[in-house]
């Protein structure tokens, strides 16, 4: 949780020109290995996938549209 507001706080400052870009890829590498813990965690990686799958889909189609 204290990851994915670290990085909400430095998207939001970025977009307020007070951090550069490195900040926020900082804070989002922190958050991408907190979720490859979660992976491990919950141990279910074809559900996981397939939730993925799901999801970038559903984006693809929404960015077809536009």
Do not use: F, H, Y
């Not at 020109?17 to 813990?37: A, T």
């Not at 965690?41 to 993925?52: A, E, G």
């Amino acid at each position: 949780i204290e990851e994915c507001a670290e990085l909400i706080d430095a998207i939001q400052k970025r977009r307020r020109n007070r951090v550069d870009d490195g900040k926020v890829l900082e804070e989002g590498v922190d958050v991408e290995l907190c979720l490859e813990q979660l992976k491990l965690i919950l141990n279910n990686p074809i559900v996981w996938q397939t939730m993925r799958n799901v999801k970038l889909n559903r984006l693809e189609a929404l960015l077809e549209r536009k």
